[in-house]
């Protein structure tokens, strides 16, 4: 009945957008491109001196760049349930990919909350509301949220399942970035009657590590930068560079480019053994800001200036608003946790405001056993919350109810833990995170877990860290890598 309701309201408010091939439709096409673990600085506009990325560069130099993004979580699933619903975790508790717990029961202080893996059908979708308001809709790549994308709102879907054996190739030989491409182009060649929003999530530049064969030459000629160097992800990053490329052509050759938002971003940091996110620390499934700090621009002729960069603080929550503001469509009857970005983009402001962003993760991610540097020989991310607030930062861990505050104007690194010395900004921050918790229903972990076993932990920290056990670890990370 709600979908019903919506699609109704929406029909009515929106300005007429069929339009016939010769009288083009009045309200913006939406290409929102969305990457797989591609780190903070793996795009040459951001930094890289090692992977090429021309086709984006070019866009984000006529677009406008957020330098301060952050994915809605620091791993696949939850960043994408957030992103997909435009709320926060607790409410659509998906906290990890799959619900067990993850890593060793040993090694696990606390219970953990198990939520789900699929996003509840009930939780209206910015793809149900764009079809709502009469776009055509396609989905393509990775879903990762249970379901079918046609039960969500989009009219196409082309999932190609989850990455399996066979890597990012397919059984006939073609490479994963170039297919979804093929059928990204096609939908676009199909919906020009109307508007239309394609959601392409690619699979690159998730493990496992494949290169794109033809590529390899090229990288392997060329001098390692000193921030990156690996070749394969090189070839990775390069393969959906040229997917942007192919896509932006046919806009120009259909005369579509000048009336197609795109938007372009990652689901979380990158992948800690082959790329570096520096001067950031941490990197995927970790709460420091190389783990959830994420590329970001929007690139939109005729509205967005060319050639600005914002460091106001951004979310994944906030292009579901942002969406609808696009398209001239009314937000869905339910809660909608981020804010419309498009104040930013027509230059009417520079800043949203005083808000803070969050972060709850009730939950565990084990550690890659192929990192060079074990910031946690056990755990990329043990049960944590954070909040940003203007320059501040505050996570609250809840094994042991260890404080870090971090400015990240003056400390972007985060090296220099201030909460004893800032006690009255580390209470606000706390307080302020807490009083969200209790608003959204977010609970915090405190339950001890019957199954730990201190003993069996120090040991295993004690043999993870041995330097001859690392080095075992980095050879078997560079046979498999766990996502």
């Not at 308001?133 to 989850?162: C, I, N």
């Not at 590329?295 to 939109?300: E, G, I, S, T, Y």
């Not at 914002?310 to 609808?324: A, H, N, Q």
């Not at 833990?417 to 609970?443: S, T």
């Amino acid at each position: 009945m709600r979908r019903l309701i919506l699609i109704a309201v929406a029909l009515l408010v929106a300005v007429p957008c069929h339009g016939s091939p010769q009288e083009p439709p009045t309200k913006p096409n939406i290409l929102f491109i969305f990457l797989d673990d591609f780190g903070w600085k793996d795009a040459g506009f951001m930094g890289s001196d090692f992977y090429e990325t021309p086709h984006l560069d070019a866009l984000a130099a006529k677009g406008l760049v957020f330098t301060d993004a952050y994915s809605n979580a620091a791993n696949c699933a939850p960043s994408r349930a957030s992103l997909l619903s435009g709320q926060y975790g607790p409410r659509h508790r998906i906290y990890n990919v799959g619900t067990k717990p993850r890593g060793q029961a040993a090694h696990r202080r606390l219970m953990v909350e198990p939520g789900t893996s699929d996003l509840d059908p009930g939780i209206v979708t910015w793809a149900e509301v764009l079809k709502g308001a009469g776009y055509r809709t396609g989905m393509f790549g990775k879903w990762h949220l249970g379901k079918s994308p046609l039960t969500q709102g989009f009219d196409v879907a082309v999932e190609y399942g989850q990455i399996t054996k066979s890597g990012h190739l397919l059984p006939d030989g073609t490479y994963l970035a170039d297919a979804l491409t093929d059928r990204t182009l096609r939908f676009i060649g199909e919906s020009r009657d109307q508007p239309w929003c394609a959601y392409l999530a690619h699979f690159g530049v998730h493990t496992p590590l494949q290169a794109k064969k033809d590529l390899l030459p090229k990288y392997e000629a060329k001098k390692p930068g000193k921030l990156h160097h690996d070749v394969v992800m090189a070839t990775m990053i390069q393969a959906v560079d040229d997917s942007v490329g192919r896509l932006v052509s046919e806009l120009e050759r259909l005369g579509e480019l000048d009336r197609t938002v795109i938007v372009f971003s990652s689901d979380n940091g990158g992948y800690g053994p082959v790329t570096d996110m520096a001067p950031l620390w941490g990197y995927k499934g970790t709460f420091f800001e190389g783990g959830i700090r994420v590329p970001l621009f929007v690139h939109w002729p005729g509205v967005v200036a060319p050639g600005k960069r914002s460091g106001e603080p951004v979310i994944g929550l906030d292009l579901f608003p942002t969406f609808c503001a696009i398209a001239g469509a009314p937000l869905p009857d339910q809660p909608v946790d981020g804010r419309s970005l498009l104040p930013l983009l027509r230059g009417e402001t520079e800043t949203l405001g005083r808000r803070p962003l969050f972060w709850h993760f009730p939950a565990y991610l084990e550690s890659y056993s192929n990192t060079t540097e074990q910031r946690d020989p056990l755990f990329r991310s043990r049960p944590v919350a954070a909040v940003r607030v203007g320059d501040y930062k505050l996570k609250e861990y809840y094994e042991d109810g260890h404080i870090a505050l971090y400015n990240l104007k003056e400390d972007i690194g985060e090296r220099h833990n201030l909460a004893d010395a800032m006690p009255a900004k580390r209470d606000e921050l706390l307080g302020e995170l807490h009083r969200w918790q209790d608003g959204i229903g977010a609970k915090r972990p405190a339950e001890p877990n019957p199954r730990f076993d201190a003993a069996a932990e120090a040991k295993a920290r004690e043999t993870a860290a041995s330097p001859v056990d690392a080095k075992k670890r980095r050879k078997a990370g560079k046979r498999s890598a766990k996502p």
